[in-house]
Every structure is written in structure tokens, then in C-alpha cells.
T-cell receptor, first 115, second 114 residues
């Protein structure tokens, strides 16, 4: 069985500063990795995903995440955050052999961007 | 517009009074799932369904029931709600049960049980 650890429950940062939200996973098999974002009073939506191929994946709004198999990590980064990035971010993992029923979410990291 | 619709969005009820949270998707998705979100615990899966008439327990199924009689609907039933079921509930769906597929979430249903 896999598990996901998001190391920071809250990350406060000033506008235009860089940010990294950390995610580590544990699995005995190869995995798919996802970052979902939840804006205030909304449902979750996909930010980016790693299925295969290039280990660096990017979103349309400037976030990127790198799959590091040796460190079992999938940290999310943005070089310069905006107020509108304030949200809760969830890392999720599912294994290649399994189904959506095996999708596991981390506990979330609340990103708070201050002016 | 492709979406997952949940109702009600907000509900306050009392212990023991049966309630149903409806979930409907218009994308012809095979897979549907219910999650609850609690502070500090993230999202935990309650039940999921691979297709019509196929449902299975997630991590926290106690106190809940589901049914999948038609592809678009996946209601969550609380037969006898208790205060520990006060939570924010999300329904989600995806094109297929493959773990590579992306979930589409509803806007959430905030339930308070007094």
C-alpha cells in the first residue's frame, strides 16, 4: 500500500517570493503522482500530474513539480507567487497496477500569500 | 459545461435523521467516488464505484451507504447521522477507473450534524 506525506501543513509567503511545497510518497511499485489545488470554498482541481516520461512537469499558471524516484518525492515549486495562489494544495499518488480506488491524498498544505 | 453537481451544498441536521447527498455528473464517466475532508486529515475516501451496480468501500465507510443504479448518479446516504459525520463532503468522477485518470470534483457539501 502506498502513502503520501506532505511535510508542511501551512506555508506563509510574501507575494513574488519563491515557494516549495514538499511531498514524499511511499510505495513498493511504480506510481502516478498528482498535485490538486483547492481554492477557498471550491472543490479540488488538477494542477499537474506525472504519469511517465520527463520527470519535470509544469502547470499553465507557473507551478512545476519534479518526480525524484530515488528520494520518492514530488515537490511543487513556483519561482514567484501571486496573491491568487492562496489555496490548499494536495499531493496524491496511485499505483500503476491499481485503479482510482487506490488513489491516496496527502493531508494538504495551506499556502497563504501575503502582500 | 462538464461538471459534477452536488446537493445540498450546505445542510444542518440532527442526530439520527436520515439524509441523502446527491451527486450527478454529465460527462458519462464510469468511475465515481465520495470523499470527506476534515481539518488536519486531508481527503479520505468513503466509497467508490467502478461502474453501474459496482461499488466498494474506501477507507472510512462506516455510517454511510451508496448506490449506483445509473451511470450519472452516485448518492451518499447517511441512515442515522451522528456528530462525528460533521464534515465537508466531495463527490468526484473520472473517465475510467485507471489510476492515471484525473478526477473532476464537485463543489462540496458542508454537513453539520447536531
Amino acid at each position: 500500500a502506498q502513502s503520501v506525506t506532505q511535510l508542511d501543513s501551512q506555508v506563509p509567503v510574501f507575494e513574488e517570493a519563491p515557494v516549495e511545497l514538499r511531498c514524499n510518497y511511499s510505495s513498493s511499485v511504480s506510481v502516478y503522482l498528482f498535485w490538486y489545488v483547492q481554492y477557498p470554498n471550491q472543490g479540488l482541481q488538477l494542477l499537474l500530474k506525472y504519469l511517465s516520461g520527463s520527470t519535470l512537469v509544469e502547470s499553465i499558471n507557473g507551478f512545476e513539480a519534479e518526480f525524484n524516484k530515488s528520494q520518492t518525492s514530488f515537490h511543487l515549486r513556483k519561482p514567484s507567487v501571486h496573491i491568487s495562489d492562496t489555496a490548499e494544495y494536495f499531493c496524491a499518488v496511485s499505483d500503476l497496477r491499481g485503479s482510482q480506488g487506490n488513489l491516496i491524498f496527502g493531508k494538504g498544505t495551506k499556502l497563504s500569500v501575503k502582500p | 459545461e462538464a461538471q459534477v453537481t452536488q446537493n445540498p451544498r450546505y445542510l444542518i441536521t440532527v442526530t439520527g435523521k436520515k439524509l441523502t447527498v446527491t451527486c450527478s455528473q454529465n460527462m458519462n464517466h464510469e468511475y465515481m467516488s465520495w470523499y470527506r475532508q476534515d481539518p488536519g486529515l486531508g481527503l479520505r475516501q468513503i466509497y467508490y464505484s467502478m461502474n453501474v451496480e459496482v461499488t466498494d468501500k474506501g477507507d472510512v465507510p462506516e455510517g454511510y451507504k451508496v448506490s449506483r443504479k445509473e451511470k450519472r448518479n452516485f448518492p451518499l446516504i447517511l441512515e442515522s447521522p451522528s456528530p462525528n459525520q460533521t464534515s465537508l463532503y466531495f463527490c468526484a468522477s473520472s473517465d475510467s477507473p485507471s489510476g492515471a485518470n484525473v478526477l473532476t470534483f464537485g463543489a462540496g457539501s458542508r454537513l453539520t450534524v447536531l
